[in-house]
């Protein structure tokens, strides 16, 4: 039997042996709570039929973790100094393969056909995510061709806060909506600062997103929509109008369009976009692309 990685006393051990200090640049708080771990692999429902995408392993607690319940871990880590600890603590494990690589650069599809022994298994995104970067990682994640069956992610609160925000809110934004499109969000539960080493200076929260039913209307191009999300939101306290003109140009021509696109989806111009549902916005993204936007 192999001892956890996620105590105070092992963590520090490892990073000793290693000489690892953690750098804050890129967001390394590792968790050395294994309850906590062990509920986030129940969160997801990790299974011995699933494989799972990581973000970020650090010295390897939750890939650990993800290994004993997993089919296969395929686990990304920026981090040079990283990669002889993990192949240190992730020996025991054959199951798990470790690629040094910037997530954010990662071709997620082609990932999976390469890198997973059965590609067609169910596949689940875990992560303690690393802070600074939690929304292009989201963004990227939801704007990628791959279906995830669960993404289960530790985050800071105040962004797992937008990502169920209701239209009219504060932290309703192109976030929410991109969330939204694709998966329905949960918060599984909270976590403590004093959860990490080093302590984070925000409390984290577990969400959990699964599937979620299909839409009503599709969106006649994806990308766009995407993009309207963006451009809705770009600044708040404008009108959507106002945000329209600033994205697509001021000519007497571009009004016109945006006019009649407006029209068609019955939507007011000086309304602001934090009013607009994900519904809304797709109707304004199709008439947008029927009238040429
Ligand atoms: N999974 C470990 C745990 O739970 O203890 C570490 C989580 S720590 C919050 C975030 C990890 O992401 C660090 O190991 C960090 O080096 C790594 N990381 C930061 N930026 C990254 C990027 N762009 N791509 C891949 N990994 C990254």
Redesign the pocket.
């Known amino acids: 039997d192999v001892p956890d990685i996620a105590t105070p006393v092992r963590t520090q051990a490892i990073m000793n042996q290693y000489g690892i200090n953690t750098?804050k640049s890129?967001?390394?708080?590792?968790?050395t709570d294994i309850n906590i771990l062990k509920n986030i692999v129940s969160a997801g429902e990790v299974k011995p039929t699933d494989n799972v995408i990581?973000?970020?392993?650090?010295?390897g607690?939750?890939?650990e973790q993800l290994a004993r319940n997993a089919k296969q871990v395929v686990a990304?880590?920026?981090?040079d100094r990283?990669i002889p600890v993990l192949d240190h603590t992730m020996a025991p494990y054959d199951n798990v393969k470790i690629i040094n690589?910037?997530?954010?650069s990662v071709d997620l599809e082609k990932t999976i056909q390469e890198e997973f022994d059965d590609p067609s298994a169910p596949l689940k995104l875990v992560?303690?995510?690393?802070?600074y970067?939690t929304t292009p990682i989201l963004m990227q994640v939801l704007q990628s061709n791959v279906q995830f069956d669960a993404i289960v992610v530790m985050m800071q609160k105040e962004v797992a806060d937008r990502l169920s925000a209701e239209p009219g809110t504060k932290d309703y934004g192109s976030l929410t909506l991109a969330v939204t499109y694709r998966m329905n969000a949960a918060l599984a539960f909270n976590v403590s600062r004093t959860a990490f080493v080093p302590n984070p200076n925000v409390d984290s929260a577990i969400i959990v997103l699964t599937p979620r039913e299909p839409l009503t209307t599709d969106p006649k191009d994806e990308k766009k929509l995407f993009q309207l999300f963006k451009v809705g939101f770009a600044m708040r306290r404008k009108t959507l109008w106002n945000n329209l003109i600033t994205a697509f140009g001021k000519t007497d021509e571009m009004k016109e369009r945006l006019t009649v696109a407006l029209d068609a989806a019955d939507i007011s111009p000086k309304i602001r976009a934090e009013k607009l549902t994900l519904d809304d916005f797709i109707r304004l993204h199709n008439a947008l692309f029927d009238a040429g936007v």
């Open positions: 750098k890129l967001g390394q708080n590792f968790l990581e973000i970020g392993p650090g010295i607690a939750l890939t990304f880590e920026i981090d990283l690589q910037d997530i954010l992560a303690n995510l690393p802070y970067i």
